[in-house]
């Protein structure tokens, strides 16, 4: 078992930035790719980005490309999700997921851990 807890949501002005933060706890956290997901108001969860168990490699949206950085610190049990010129599309309860592969790791049937998420609102 893997248990997450993110952290860092809250409510940010269009343009601004927030750092969210999971926390993991459990089985060997250095061995799963990990990710973030987030569901907005009557919407699908999606995939946001995903970064390798070494941090190597790294995937995101279109949506959030050249805004928000995914990052780990296996030390630390603890992956981050940088977010830069937020809009208030990126609304949502955020996620942070805990996979085996990160081949699979866009796909929200496909992820292993859940955590129970953080809300980020964006004001405009």
């Known amino acids: 078992q893997v248990q997450l807890v993110e952290s860092g949501g809250g409510l940010v002005q269009a343009g601004g930035s927030l750092r969210l933060s999971c926390a993991a706890s459990g089985r060997t956290f250095s061995s799963y790719a990990m990710g973030w997901f987030r569901q907005a108001p009557g919407k699908e969860r999606e995939f946001v980005a995903a970064?390798?168990?070494?941090?190597?490699?790294?995937y995101y949206a279109d949506s959030v490309k050249g805004r928000f950085t995914i990052s780990r610190d296996n030390a630390k049990n603890t992956v981050y999700l940088q977010m830069n010129s937020l809009k208030p599309e990126d609304t949502a309860v955020y996620y942070c997921a805990a996979d085996s592969t990160i081949a699979t790791m866009r796909i929200v049937r496909s992820v292993d851990y859940w955590g129970k998420g953080t809300l980020v609102t964006v004001s405009s």
């Open positions: 970064i390798s168990w070494s941090g190597g490699t790294t």
